[in-house]
């Protein structure tokens, strides 16, 4: 029997990091196939949204906090202050910088979920070079993005990076970021990423 409900669908990204956090912890869940706009459990209508018991929450990050906190399993955030919080500056920056230029800016627009025009799918994709670079400079001098384990950020940042091999020019800005690609395929090799991959070629094959 599932522990927790997950309402989303898996091409979700956000829904997708849940999911992971979830298998990373060894928490038994039940995917609530779930559109945007149609969540009786978050008033603003978005996914994902999470069901424990009698307890609802929505915000993925605070859906994985609570995960984390709540249930066993290895730790999501590094437990001393300095590696917690660089592991919250990384989500943030997923969260903020890499939805707002990579996601937003040119998956989203090139799958025809939201309209874009070529001039401003261009802006993405160089300010997804520049968070980009910054993320694959990072990665030169550490394992992974908080440090020398995988932490929540990296669960984050994986739903998004893993799209970029659909799009020809993010295939090529992730083909040109050595380090991003070395730690694409420590995740992609992770059991939590084979089994939450949303059936997109991806970089989890």
Same mark, same amino acid.
């Given at each position: 029997m599932a522990t927790i409900e997950i309402h989303g669908v898996p091409p979700s990204p956000f829904t997708r990091a849940v999911r992971l956090a979830a298998r990373e912890k060894g928490v038994e869940?039940?995917?609530?196939p779930t559109m945007p706009g149609n969540v009786p459990i978050n008033p603003?209508?978005?996914?994902?949204?999470?069901?424990?018991?009698? %307890?609802?929450?929505y915000e993925s990050p605070a859906i994985v906090r609570y995960i984390d906190?709540?249930?066993?399993?290895? !730790?999501l955030w590094p437990k001393q202050p300095k590696g917690a919080a660089l592991c919250d500056q990384w989500v943030s920056v997923v969260c903020d910088s890499v939805v707002q230029s990579a996601l937003a800016g040119v998956i989203a627009p090139r799958f025809g979920i939201i309209p874009g025009t070529e001039e401003s799918i261009a802006d993405g994709l160089k300010?997804?070079? =520049?968070? *980009?670079?910054?993320?694959?400079?990072?990665?030169?001098?550490?394992? %992974?993005?908080?440090?020398? $384990?995988?932490?929540?950020?990296?669960? %984050?940042? *994986? !739903?998004? %990076?893993f799209y970029f091999p659909e799009i020809e020019e993010l295939k090529a800005?992730?083909?040109?970021?050595?380090?991003?690609?070395?730690? $694409?395929?420590?995740?992609? $090799? =992770?059991?939590?990423?084979?089994?939450?991959?949303?059936q997109f070629r991806g970089l989890n094959g």
């Amino acid at each position: 029997m599932a522990t927790i409900e997950i309402h989303g669908v898996p091409p979700s990204p956000f829904t997708r990091a849940v999911r992971l956090a979830a298998r990373e912890k060894g928490v038994e869940y039940e995917l609530v196939p779930t559109m945007p706009g149609n969540v009786p459990i978050n008033p603003l209508g978005k996914i994902p949204a999470m069901r424990h018991a009698d %307890f609802t929450l929505y915000e993925s990050p605070a859906i994985v906090r609570y995960i984390d906190r709540t249930f066993e399993g290895p !730790p999501l955030w590094p437990k001393q202050p300095k590696g917690a919080a660089l592991c919250d500056q990384w989500v943030s920056v997923v969260c903020d910088s890499v939805v707002q230029s990579a996601l937003a800016g040119v998956i989203a627009p090139r799958f025809g979920i939201i309209p874009g025009t070529e001039e401003s799918i261009a802006d993405g994709l160089k300010r997804t070079a =520049r968070v *980009v670079g910054i993320i694959d400079r990072h990665l030169a001098g550490h394992h %992974f993005l908080a440090g020398e $384990a995988m932490t929540a950020a990296d669960l %984050f940042l *994986v !739903p998004i %990076f893993f799209y970029f091999p659909e799009i020809e020019e993010l295939k090529a800005l992730g083909g040109a970021s050595p380090n991003c690609l070395r730690w $694409a395929r420590e995740m992609g $090799a =992770r059991p939590s990423v084979k089994a939450t991959d949303p059936q997109f070629r991806g970089l989890n094959g």
